[in-house]
């Protein structure tokens, strides 16, 4: 069947890491939902007509809502289809405690070992745009010079993952895999994808490489693809689910309606206009609006956002 109204939409593309983090959960939830590729560098046109400027991947798109940023997807995901969870056995908190540090400092850590590898993976276009993205130079040589105390960085990390399976214990909560399994493995799978060298730090633990093992059989759950310009047809047709709510304990006196901008707090800062239609401790929803995709309700996690009265 083709993409509809209530289709995931996933923009993506296969070498990302944090869209592998998104793949994993929708093979823990055996979910059906639809690839829409775009570019690994900008221009991204039809992106941006659905984001007002995050360019990042992946952003989320079910009809004419648009989730930017993993930790928002992940979240919709849990609220729209609980079960099977994303935080399984007790300890809640942790998967998103997990995941922070997966995406920043685990992250930064396999970055730093994969492009300091010596393995020639960017090319110009590559290192430029990047250099946009982060604000700061894309140094190769730099990297190369630090590749070898990233490298235990990066192992030092790999073995708190073997520590936390030293019980034998099946998935890293326990008994199910969840949010704290896809954050870790993701940065695995980018290893492997990009940097033999960090391959063989990774193959010096049995237990992370039994737990990898069982992470990547969950699958991606049913993928199927969609093009860009069917995806901007389908935001253009639908009408945002989301409703208008003030958020009683809001500490800034942000409330519907108000006129914000929204930016990520690390890279990727393109600041993000729009009118407020919601907020909350976990995410703020903004509408707005653009002549080929209409009116749209993009969605931001709060930890890792700014939000600036405009
Ligand atoms: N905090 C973001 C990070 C996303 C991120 O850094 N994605 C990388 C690709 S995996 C990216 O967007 N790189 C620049 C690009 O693809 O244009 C999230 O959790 O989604």
């Known amino acids: ?13 296969d070498i990302s890491p944090f869209s592998e983090k998104v793949r994993v959960a929708f093979g823990i939830k055996g979910l059906e939902w639809f690839a829409c590729d775009e ?14 400027g995050y360019r990042k991947i992946p952003v989320m798109q079910i009809g004419a809502d648009i989730y930017c940023d993993t930790q928002i997807i992940l979240r919709e ?16 908190g942790l998967g998103w405690g997990f995941a922070m540090w997966a995406d920043r400092v685990f992250f930064q850590a396999a970055v730093a070992i994969i492009f300091g590898g010596g393995t020639p993976i960017a090319d110009d276009a590559f290192i430029k745009d990047r250099e946009k993205l982060t604000g700061r130079p894309f140094d190769i040589e730099g990297m190369k010079a630090a590749a070898p105390m990233m490298a235990e960085q990066f192992r030092a990390q790999l ?23 896809a954050s870790a493995f993701y940065n695995l799978a980018f290893v492997r994808w990009a940097s033999p060298g960090g391959v063989k730090l990774i193959e010096a633990f049995p237990g992370v490489l ?21 995806a901007l047809d389908i935001a253009k047709a639908a009408t945002s689910t989301e409703e208008a709510k003030a958020d009683p304990g809001e500490p800034n006196g942000l409330k519907p309606g108000d006129s914000v901008t929204i930016m990520a707090d690390d890279y990727g800062r393109d600041p993000i206009p729009g009118e407020l239609v919601s907020s909350s401790a976990q995410h703020v929803a903004i509408r707005r609006s653009d002549p080929r995709v209409g009116e749209v309700v993009v969605h931001f996690p709060r930890a890792g956002f700014l939000i600036l009265k405009s």
């Open 39 to 52: 570019p690994v560098i900008m221009p991204k046109p039809e992106l941006v007509a659905l984001t007002g």
């Open 159 to 181: 073995d708190w993952l073997e520590g936390q399976l030293a019980d034998g214990r099946t998935f890293l909560l326990g008994t199910e895999p969840g949010l704290a399994d």
């Open 1 to 13: 069947m083709a993409a509809n109204a209530r289709s995931i939409i996933l923009h993506q593309y």
């Open 77 to 92: 995901l849990e609220r729209r289809f609980p079960s099977p969870t994303l935080f399984p056995g007790a300890d809640k």
């Open 210 to 230: 039994a737990w990898e093992k069982r992470v990547a059989g969950l699958g991606h759950g049913t993928r199927k693809e969609v093009s860009r310009e069917e």
